[in-house]
């Protein structure tokens, strides 16, 4: 760690703030002038694009106050706020988030500048939302450290320095918040670090003596597991979460978060007989519980967790489990867990002719996924779809056609879009026609899969008659599949003209939340093939401007004519800011503030040919 910052000179602030100027307009900075820390947490923040210039500081209203940490600090805060009281200091707490919980200020004037940058209880000061500052750096660093004036990211708080040192739990060593002292620029010393250390340390103290027996006697428990086997072991209770090095290399952070919920519901219930559950890697793991006894009531257990091979599994599981190996479903690709879960969840509802209701966002491939399972299984049978949002289309939602394939027709599988959209009248009727067809064709009844965005109370009579629903996830939630769904829709439009995505446009692509999923993906390419480029590899300039920037905001028509004037100059200057601004009659300054207002992503390598001042070379 380094040393508590010298007192700085007028000359030594200037110097940095010019330094913070360059950093910030993508210019090179001499280590001589930042100390290291800072210059990480300032590429750390740029990282997260955190807006230099403008305050989106996220909040919670009403944070949790009863937390161990909470009620450890409170006295020892008070006893040193007593302490300082009339000096310009102020005295804050955060949870590991780097939200405040508490603040005490002694100083009227300091007190009104920090609600006005919003460094007050249920706001987050944690450095990928406000960069670099006392509390955030501290706490992603897991170290102490001192910001003062210009060493903030943030130009609004430049006016400050701040100390801050995160609290880890004496048992666990986790960490469980933040310490921080808060003065004027003009007023910090060496001392303010000293002082947050002093603050942090009587804290961990303090935590330690609450933590009391009901901790000792649970880490007791779990080291005396430990020792006596070599699987993966856990222990929790409502405050501690204690988790050997086997569970942490062979359970991913998805599955960790299920197990631990289920072990906390049985040991609620106080249950003692091994549960078996499938994980969502597709993993069967065995748990074994051991409540933990102090003064005379469970006060947390011990979690024995064993791996199940398929092999045990198969007499023991109350039902099979399918592995989730890649599959083929024709007109489908991807391969992340998420999505191979759900299409592994499909197939088997059609192999076991269970009628299934396909549910999740617009765009996310329900029908394209109803339509492989069936493929696959039976290619050459047919398969029926009516659109129950579409009532002029040739496949029109017509009762009396749904209702001819139920009851006589020769379609093999029949798929109902958007049932969700039908009125409670028509809901009833559908259900009621489902029930006769199978009174009367029995086991004869063609395969009925239904499309909806989200399940109502109305459907409550239709949903009867459905074994299973399976949740289409967004396409947000399995990006690793983005790349594969590019190379799959690119060659299905250019018609495997070898078309390909530049690495720097792979890179937007994946900045994108993709709201509108597999299928906004697939216009923005049709889009670019049909107006940009049929045959080699794309590049930035042929995406639409909206791909070019990371979303915090809805602009208005103005806003949105400013921000792809900005973004066609900085494609036309290879991501040269100062010739950007040029071309455009603006001053460096206002076109830095509007990227990071609007979001926009400059092309790589803009900031070396910023440094060297060369223009960029152009075909």
């Given at each position: 760690m380094e040393n508590a910052p010298r007192t700085r000179t007028p000359a030594d602030q200037q110097r940095l703030a010019q330094?913070?100027?360059?950093?910030?307009?993508?210019?090179?900075?001499?280590?001589?002038?930042?100390?290291?820390?800072?210059?990480?947490?300032?590429?750390?923040?740029?990282?997260?694009?955190?807006?230099?210039?403008?305050?989106?500081?996220?909040?919670?209203?009403?944070?949790?106050?009863?937390?161990?940490?909470?009620?450890?600090?409170?006295?020892?805060?008070?006893?040193?706020?007593?302490?300082?009281d009339g000096q310009p200091i102020s005295l804050i707490?955060?949870?590991?988030?780097?939200?405040?919980?508490?603040?005490?200020?002694?100083?009227?004037?300091?007190?009104?500048?920090?609600?006005?940058?919003?460094?007050?209880?249920?706001?987050?000061?944690?450095?990928?939302?406000?960069?670099?500052?006392?509390?955030?750096?501290?706490?992603?660093?897991?170290?102490?450290?001192?910001?003062?004036?210009?060493?903030?990211?943030?130009?609004?708080?430049?006016?400050?320095?701040?100390?801050?040192?995160?609290?880890?739990?004496?048992?666990?060593?986790k960490t469980v918040g933040a310490v921080d002292l808060t003065c004027w620029r003009k007023d910090a010393g060496p001392l303010l670090t000293a002082l947050a250390k002093?603050?942090?340390?009587?804290?961990?103290?303090?935590?330690?003596?609450?933590?009391?027996?009901?901790?000792?006697?649970?880490?007791?428990?779990?080291?005396?597991?430990?020792?006596?086997?070599?699987?993966?072991?856990?222990?929790?209770?409502?405050?501690?979460?204690?988790?050997?090095?086997?569970?942490?290399?062979?359970?991913?952070?998805?599955?960790?978060?299920?197990?631990?919920?289920?072990?906390?519901?049985?040991?609620?219930?106080?249950?003692?007989?091994?549960?078996?559950?499938?994980?969502?890697?597709?993993?069967?793991?065995?748990?074994?519980?051991?409540p933990?006894?102090?003064?005379?009531?469970?006060?947390?257990?011990?979690?024995?967790?064993?791996?199940i091979k398929p092999e045990d599994s198969a007499t023991e599981a109350p039902a099979p489990q399918l592995p989730l190996l890649r599959m083929f479903l024709p007109g489908l690709v991807g391969s992340g867990p998420v999505w191979l879960r759900c299409c592994h969840e499909a197939d088997r509802a059609y192999a076991a002719g269970e009628w299934l209701i396909l549910s999740g966002e617009p765009g996310v491939g329900k029908l394209a996924l109803a339509r492989a399972v069936h493929q696959r299984h039976n290619p050459s049978e047919r398969i029926r779809v009516f659109d129950a949002a579409d009532t002029t289309g040739p496949e029109a939602y017509e009762f009396a056609a749904v209702n001819g394939e139920l009851t006589g027709g020769d379609a093999q599988a029949i798929v109902i879009r958007h049932v969700d959209q039908l009125d409670s009248a028509n809901l009833i009727a559908l259900a009621g026609a489902m029930q006769q067809a199978r009174a009367e064709r029995g086991t004869e009844l063609p395969w009925v899969a239904v499309t909806q965005e989200q399940s109502t109370p109305e459907m409550e009579p239709l949903r009867a008659l459905f074994a299973s629903t399976v949740e289409v996830p967004p396409l947000r939630h399995h990006m690793e599949d983005l790349r594969e769904l590019v190379s799959f829709f690119?060659?299905?439009?250019?018609?495997?003209?070898?078309?390909?995505?530049?690495?720097?446009?792979?890179?937007?692509?994946?900045?994108?939340?993709?709201?509108?999923?597999?299928?906004?993906?697939?216009?923005?390419?049709?889009?670019?093939?049909?107006?940009?480029?049929?045959?080699?590899?794309?590049?930035?300039?042929?995406?639409?401007?909206?791909?070019?920037?990371?979303?915090r905001r809805p602009l208005s028509q103005i806003e949105a004519i400013e921000r792809d004037a900005i973004v066609e100059s900085l494609l036309l200057t290879g991501g040269n800011k100062a010739e950007a601004a040029k071309s455009l009659g603006m001053s460096r300054a206002t076109?830095?503030?509007?990227?990071?207002?609007?979001?926009?992503?400059?092309?790589?390598?803009?900031?070396?040919?910023?440094?060297?001042?060369?223009?960029?070379?152009r075909s």
């Amino acid at each position: 760690m380094e040393n508590a910052p010298r007192t700085r000179t007028p000359a030594d602030q200037q110097r940095l703030a010019q330094a913070r100027v360059r950093f910030l307009t993508s210019e090179h900075v001499e280590p001589v002038d930042v100390r290291d820390t800072i210059l990480a947490s300032w590429w750390r923040s740029r990282r997260s694009e955190v807006a230099a210039d403008n305050m989106m500081v996220p909040y919670v209203r009403n944070p949790d106050l009863d937390l161990p940490l909470a009620r450890s600090a409170h006295p020892i805060m008070h006893r040193l706020a007593e302490q300082l009281d009339g000096q310009p200091i102020s005295l804050i707490l955060t949870d590991p988030a780097g939200m405040v919980l508490r603040r005490l200020t002694g100083d009227a004037d300091l007190q009104r500048h920090l609600e006005h940058v919003s460094l007050a209880p249920g706001f987050s000061y944690a450095e990928d939302r406000v960069g670099t500052n006392g509390i955030g750096t501290a706490l992603a660093d897991g170290q102490p450290s001192h910001v003062f004036g210009h060493e903030h990211f943030a130009e609004y708080l430049e006016d400050l320095a701040c100390a801050g040192v995160p609290i880890h739990h004496p048992i666990t060593g986790k960490t469980v918040g933040a310490v921080d002292l808060t003065c004027w620029r003009k007023d910090a010393g060496p001392l303010l670090t000293a002082l947050a250390k002093t603050a942090a340390d009587q804290i961990k103290q303090a935590l330690l003596t609450d933590s009391g027996v009901r901790e000792l006697e649970l880490f007791r428990a779990y080291l005396q597991a430990c020792r006596r086997t070599t699987g993966m072991v856990l222990a929790l209770n409502n405050d501690v979460v204690i988790m050997n090095d086997l569970a942490r290399q062979l359970l991913d952070p998805t599955d960790q978060a299920v197990l631990l919920r289920r072990a906390a519901e049985e040991l609620a219930d106080g249950r003692r007989v091994p549960v078996q559950l499938s994980l969502p890697s597709g993993n069967l793991v065995r748990l074994s519980y051991r409540p933990v006894r102090g003064e005379g009531h469970v006060t947390g257990g011990v979690v024995h967790v064993a791996l199940i091979k398929p092999e045990d599994s198969a007499t023991e599981a109350p039902a099979p489990q399918l592995p989730l190996l890649r599959m083929f479903l024709p007109g489908l690709v991807g391969s992340g867990p998420v999505w191979l879960r759900c299409c592994h969840e499909a197939d088997r509802a059609y192999a076991a002719g269970e009628w299934l209701i396909l549910s999740g966002e617009p765009g996310v491939g329900k029908l394209a996924l109803a339509r492989a399972v069936h493929q696959r299984h039976n290619p050459s049978e047919r398969i029926r779809v009516f659109d129950a949002a579409d009532t002029t289309g040739p496949e029109a939602y017509e009762f009396a056609a749904v209702n001819g394939e139920l009851t006589g027709g020769d379609a093999q599988a029949i798929v109902i879009r958007h049932v969700d959209q039908l009125d409670s009248a028509n809901l009833i009727a559908l259900a009621g026609a489902m029930q006769q067809a199978r009174a009367e064709r029995g086991t004869e009844l063609p395969w009925v899969a239904v499309t909806q965005e989200q399940s109502t109370p109305e459907m409550e009579p239709l949903r009867a008659l459905f074994a299973s629903t399976v949740e289409v996830p967004p396409l947000r939630h399995h990006m690793e599949d983005l790349r594969e769904l590019v190379s799959f829709f690119l060659a299905r439009l250019s018609r495997g003209g070898g078309l390909r995505c530049s690495h720097e446009v792979m890179h937007l692509l994946q900045r994108s939340t993709w709201p509108g999923n597999a299928e906004q993906l697939y216009r923005v390419l049709a889009g670019v093939v049909q107006h940009h480029r049929r045959t080699g590899s794309i590049q930035p300039g042929d995406l639409p401007p909206d791909y070019h920037v990371v979303s915090r905001r809805p602009l208005s028509q103005i806003e949105a004519i400013e921000r792809d004037a900005i973004v066609e100059s900085l494609l036309l200057t290879g991501g040269n800011k100062a010739e950007a601004a040029k071309s455009l009659g603006m001053s460096r300054a206002t076109i830095y503030r509007r990227i990071h207002d609007y979001g926009i992503v400059t092309p790589d390598g803009a900031a070396e040919r910023e440094v060297r001042g060369a223009s960029p070379v152009r075909s």
